[in-house]
Structures are given as structure tokens and as C-alpha cells.
């Protein structure tokens, strides 16, 4: 069987562009840079669309923060989508003097600093510690929180070992820690998002960043938003053919495990 013997199918955005057009009959000979313009802005309003749909794997990403004592707030990637899971790693480190390192499982001096630089002026409960990296890491999983919880929690500057966040999307996002932090963990705040795709652009033969089982619903969603500018009668033809392709994508790109649900069920009681 003679075969390609290659797995590199990845299709500039200018070639996905010329295929949604030509679904809705428009030939790459009839196609003019008010085409392509308006193919290259609709290809990103469909970014913003396909964000809406649930967790997209292939943009989750892992985030890392130091965590300061006394900080309540912690800026976020202004480019976040979702917040995922959140947790504290602690024993990254132990108490050797700042530029301590490990290799072979030995300590060895070295330029040993704040990845984000949040901390200025080191103190001496503040300083890596001696525990190797990779040994006796703890994981402690911290439970969102709403605006309202956040709200009506009376002691917002309580200090101890944070258990919950409250996530403020706003244009600049931050994630408030509560109780407010006690203890100096280097890189111990860590946190999956969901993060904005790049950009969809034409020139350069730029690709989308999509994976493979995503391309032909996107070159189908791609059409039928060019089909209402382009080719009206298109639309309801395109509809089924778009919603077939988007339940094989979400077939392909769905995390094979089980579903756990944990429910608190509390007793009300009305008083007065």
C-alpha cells in the first residue's frame, strides 16, 4: 500500500480561506482583497465564537505565580479566557540562602531568582528552601469563589494558608486569594486557563493555531459567515452541514475519563 508516509496537514489561513469560498460557489479567480479582508476579520470573530463553546484543549495552558505574604491580589494574563483549576504547590524549595540550586540531588550555588519578579527585597522567611525540587511536593487544590462569597466574607485580611479564590474578570482580570497568604511560596500559586487563541491572520502564510480535527468545522463555520455576506441562498444549505462537522470536532477533542460531581446539599431555615 503506497501511502504518504506523512502527518503534516496543517493548511495556511489563506487555503482556508479559498476553500470556505469556494463552498459557497465564489472561485479563487473571483476572489478580490474586499474578499480576503472580510474572510480575515470573520475568521477571527469565529475565534471569539468558538471560545463560547466549552473548554477548547489544545489552548489550556499552565500558569505560575509566586506567592507573597500579605498580597491578596494576583494580576492574570489579560488574554484568559476561562480559569480552570487552581492550586498551591508547596516544597518547591526549602531554606538554603538565596542562589542555591539542585543538581544530581545536590545543592549548588547559583543566580537563583523571581521568575515574575514580584518580590524586590528579599527577607530571610522568604528565601528558596533546602528540599530538592522534585521531592516532597504537596499539591492543595483551592475552591473558586463568587463575587457575592467574596462579598460577604467579613474578614478579608485575615492571614493563613489560602483555601479559595475569587476570579474578577475584568479586562485586566485578578484572582483574589482568601485567606490572604501568610507564607512566601516561590512559584506556588499555579493555575490551568483556557487562553486566547493567536491572532488569524493572512499575510506570510500564517496558520491558525487549531488542531486537525477542528479545520473542517472551521472551514464550514468560516463559509457560512461568508455566506451571509456573500451568498444569502448558501446559508441553509451550509447550517447542516456545519452542525455535523462541529459534533465530530467535540467527538475528537473530549477528554476520555469519567465525570465526578461533588454536591453539598445544606439545610434553610428561615428565621423570623
Given at each position: 500500500m503506497a501511502t504518504s508516509g506523512s502527518r503534516s496537514f496543517n493548511p495556511t489561513l489563506g487555503e482556508i480561506v479559498i476553500s470556505a469560498f469556494s463552498r459557497i460557489g465564489t472561485r479563487r479567480t473571483e476572489l478580490t482583497q474586499q474578499h480576503m479582508a472580510d474572510a480575515?476579520?470573520?475568521?477571527?470573530?469565529?475565534?471569539?465564537?468558538?471560545q463560547g463553546d466549552g473548554i477548547n484543549l489544545y489552548q489550556v495552558v499552565l500558569q505560575t505565580q509566586d506567592i507573597v505574604p500579605g498580597q491578596t491580589a494576583y494580576y492574570i494574563d489579560p488574554t484568559t479566557v476561562f480559569m480552570l483549576d487552581v492550586y498551591i504547590r508547596q516544597?518547591?524549595?526549602?531554606?538554603?540562602?538565596?542562589?542555591?540550586?539542585?543538581?544530581?540531588n545536590t545543592p549548588y550555588v547559583d543566580n537563583?531568582?523571581?521568575?515574575?519578579?514580584?518580590?524586590?527585597?528579599?527577607?530571610s522567611d522568604q528565601l528558596p528552601m533546602?528540599?530538592?525540587?522534585?521531592?516532597?511536593?504537596?499539591?492543595r487544590l483551592l475552591l473558586p469563589i463568587s463575587r457575592s462569597d467574596y462579598a460577604a466574607t467579613a474578614n478579608k485580611g485575615m492571614t493563613s494558608f489560602p483555601t479559595s479564590y475569587?476570579?474578577?474578570k475584568l479586562i485586566d482580570p485578578k484572582m483574589y486569594l482568601w485567606p490572604v497568604p501568610n507564607t512566601f511560596i516561590p512559584q506556588g500559586l499555579q493555575?490551568?486557563?483556557?487562553?486566547?487563541?493567536?491572532n488569524a491572520e493572512l499575510i506570510n502564510g500564517t496558520q491558525l493555531e487549531i488542531p486537525y480535527e477542528a479545520m473542517d468545522y472551521f472551514v464550514w463555520s468560516l463559509a457560512e459567515r461568508l455566506a451571509y455576506i456573500y451568498a444569502p441562498n448558501s446559508v441553509a444549505m451550509i447550517g447542516p452541514r456545519k452542525a455535523q462537522a462541529y459534533q465530530k470536532w467535540l467527538q475528537a477533542s473530549t477528554e476520555n475519563v469519567n465525570v465526578n460531581m461533588d454536591v453539598q446539599v445544606n439545610s434553610y431555615f428561615r428565621i423570623g
Amino acid at each position: 500500500m503506497a501511502t504518504s508516509g506523512s502527518r503534516s496537514f496543517n493548511p495556511t489561513l489563506g487555503e482556508i480561506v479559498i476553500s470556505a469560498f469556494s463552498r459557497i460557489g465564489t472561485r479563487r479567480t473571483e476572489l478580490t482583497q474586499q474578499h480576503m479582508a472580510d474572510a480575515e476579520f470573520e475568521a477571527n470573530l469565529l475565534q471569539t465564537d468558538m471560545q463560547g463553546d466549552g473548554i477548547n484543549l489544545y489552548q489550556v495552558v499552565l500558569q505560575t505565580q509566586d506567592i507573597v505574604p500579605g498580597q491578596t491580589a494576583y494580576y492574570i494574563d489579560p488574554t484568559t479566557v476561562f480559569m480552570l483549576d487552581v492550586y498551591i504547590r508547596q516544597n518547591n524549595y526549602g531554606s538554603y540562602p538565596l542562589g542555591v540550586g539542585w543538581a544530581n540531588n545536590t545543592p549548588y550555588v547559583d543566580n537563583w531568582i523571581n521568575n515574575n519578579n514580584t518580590v524586590t527585597t528579599w527577607t530571610s522567611d522568604q528565601l528558596p528552601m533546602t528540599t530538592n525540587p522534585n521531592s516532597g511536593i504537596t499539591d492543595r487544590l483551592l475552591l473558586p469563589i463568587s463575587r457575592s462569597d467574596y462579598a460577604a466574607t467579613a474578614n478579608k485580611g485575615m492571614t493563613s494558608f489560602p483555601t479559595s479564590y475569587w476570579y474578577d474578570k475584568l479586562i485586566d482580570p485578578k484572582m483574589y486569594l482568601w485567606p490572604v497568604p501568610n507564607t512566601f511560596i516561590p512559584q506556588g500559586l499555579q493555575y490551568y486557563i483556557q487562553q486566547r487563541p493567536q491572532n488569524a491572520e493572512l499575510i506570510n502564510g500564517t496558520q491558525l493555531e487549531i488542531p486537525y480535527e477542528a479545520m473542517d468545522y472551521f472551514v464550514w463555520s468560516l463559509a457560512e459567515r461568508l455566506a451571509y455576506i456573500y451568498a444569502p441562498n448558501s446559508v441553509a444549505m451550509i447550517g447542516p452541514r456545519k452542525a455535523q462537522a462541529y459534533q465530530k470536532w467535540l467527538q475528537a477533542s473530549t477528554e476520555n475519563v469519567n465525570v465526578n460531581m461533588d454536591v453539598q446539599v445544606n439545610s434553610y431555615f428561615r428565621i423570623g
